[in-house]
Structure formats: structure tokens, C-alpha cells
């Protein structure tokens, strides 16, 4: 469950063309980084993955289905913000159970997964708080708890991390990273952070100015990137 293919996808926003036609695969239950600098497409091909803006030419494949016409909400996938989008009048609970509320879940079952999502993320002693009680890398487990409550095919996070300072982000590196491992769910995660990518990544895709100048696993871009653009991105820490 959650493989997703590009075919020939491209987007373009009036005249001017942000995504040349590409083709990717992201392989299931891998955890696949889309790297590059400010500008180059990242948000806007995970995106349209997600259903969020309509693709201009192509089509993208869930789980062996065409889904290029299927909504957001029914694709099965589940996108996490760098900004967080939490309700600030809600609990950290009501924040959680908000998706499957929208979906119309028994509550039990609400119950069940809310525990489950707050104990897997350390939040069981928060859940009666609201968002502004709580430290940045609180607020972004909420958000990742959000996502994993709908048990999605595949989480799409956008620069979850960028507003959070160094030191903790270090540790949501290692916590998003071990939900991976136990979730097993494919991941798809957008940065412009080599170390990031270089640290989390089965696969790296590397973007520049809407186009793959590379994909492969982290040790396979550093001994053998394609060409200088490559080298020099993943070469370089920030
Ligand atoms: P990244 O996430 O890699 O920083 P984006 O996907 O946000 O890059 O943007 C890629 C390009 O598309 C940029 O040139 C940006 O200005 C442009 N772009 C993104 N969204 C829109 C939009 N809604 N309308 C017009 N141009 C956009
Ligand atoms: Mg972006």
C-alpha cells in the first residue's frame, strides 16, 4: 500500500511552466526526500500529489490507481505543514480527532487512535491543552498526530521542521524517522536542507528549476552525483 507514480506530470501557472514534464516513482513504505534550493518546485509537486493544485499535464498513479482526477480528501494521503494549521480554540485532542470527526469515525475508534497517535508521539500528558500552550516541536507532533489518526497510504510533509530551532530539530529528525520505521508507511518529505535529506532519506531527489537533476539513495548521491549542480548541493552542509 502507497506506492505513487508521475507520469509525464507537469504544472504550469499561466504562461509560465514551474514543472516540465517528469516521471517519478516513490516506491512503498520508502521514505523519499525531495531536495533543493528556495524556488525549484518542491511544494508545488507535493502538492500535486496531494490533489492540492491540479496538475497541467500527466497523470499520477496511488496504490496502482489513477488518481489524477480524485480529490484531496480521497486520495488517502495525509499532508503535514510547516506551519502547523492547528486550530488554536481546540484541544490538542479535538485538534487530532478533527480529520476522523470530518470522516465520521465512531467515536471508540476515535479514542483508540488518538491514544495510540499521543502515546507514539509523547503526548499523552498534552491532549487536554490547546496549540498555544505548547513548545514548537509540541505543536508539530500534533500535526504529525493529525496525519497518522487517518492512517494514510502515505504522509506528505512540507519543511515540517523549519520553524523549529536547530537543537530540536535534530530531535523531530530522529522521532519522524522512528515513526517511519515503525509505521512503515511511505513518506514523502520535502526540505531544502541537505542534512536533513542526506540524514533521513531511503531516496533523495534532487530538483532544480522543476527538473530531477538526480535520484538515488543518500551514499549514491554523495560518491556519484550526476553533474556539479548535485555534487555541490549535497557536497555542501548548510
Ligand atoms: P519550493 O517549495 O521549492 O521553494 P515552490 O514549489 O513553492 O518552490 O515554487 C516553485 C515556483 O513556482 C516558484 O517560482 C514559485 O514562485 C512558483 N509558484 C508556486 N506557487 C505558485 C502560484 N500559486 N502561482 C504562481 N506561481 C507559483
Ligand atoms: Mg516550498
Not at 499521543?118 to 498526530?145: C, E, H, K, W
Request: glycine share 8%.
Amino acid at each position: 500500500m502507497g506506492h505513487i507514480r508521475l507520469n509525464q506530470v507537469s504544472k504550469s501557472f499561466g504562461d509560465v511552466q514551474v514543472i516540465p514534464p517528469l516521471d517519478l516513482t516513490i516506491e512503498d513504505g520508502e521514505f523519499t526526500v525531495f531536495v533543493g534550493p528556495s524556488g525549484c518546485g518542491k511544494s508545488t509537486l507535493l502538492r500535486l500529489i496531494a490533489g492540492l493544485e491540479d496538475i497541467t499535464s500527466g497523470h499520477i498513479d496511488i496504490d496502482g490507481a489513477d488518481a489524477t482526477n480524485v480529490p484531496p480528501a480521497k486520495r488517502g494521503l495525509a499532508m503535514v505543514f510547516q506551519s502547523y494549521a492547528l486550530y488554536p480554540h481546540m484541544s490538542v485532542r479535538k485538534n487530532i480527532a478533527f480529520p476522523m470527526k470530518m470522516a465520521g469515525l465512531p467515536e471508540a475508534e476515535q479514542t483508540r487512535r488518538i491514544d495510540n497517535a499521543a502515546s507514539a508521539l509523547n503526548l499523552t500528558d498534552y491532549l487536554d491543552r490547546r496549540p498555544g500552550q505548547l513548545s514548537g516541536g509540541q505543536r508539530q507532533r500534533v500535526a504529525i498526530g493529525r496525519a497518522i489518526v487517518r492512517e494514510p497510504a502515505a504522509f506528505l510533509f512540507d519543511e515540517p521542521l523549519s520553524n523549529l530551532d536547530a537543537a530540536l530539530r535534530v530531535g523531530m529528525r530522529l522521532e519522524i524517522s522512528e515513526l517511519h520505521k515503525r509505521l512503515k508507511t511511505t513518506m514523502v518529505y520535502v526540505t531544502h536542507d541537505q542534512v536533513e535529506a542526506m540524514t533521513m532519506a531511503d531516496r533523495i531527489v534532487v530538483l532544480r528549476a522543476g527538473m530531477i537533476e538526480q535520484v538515488g539513495s543518500p551514499l549514491e548521491l554523495y560518491h556519484t552525483p550526476r553533474n556539479a549542480f548535485v555534487a555541490g548541493f549535497i557536497g555542501s552542509p548548510k
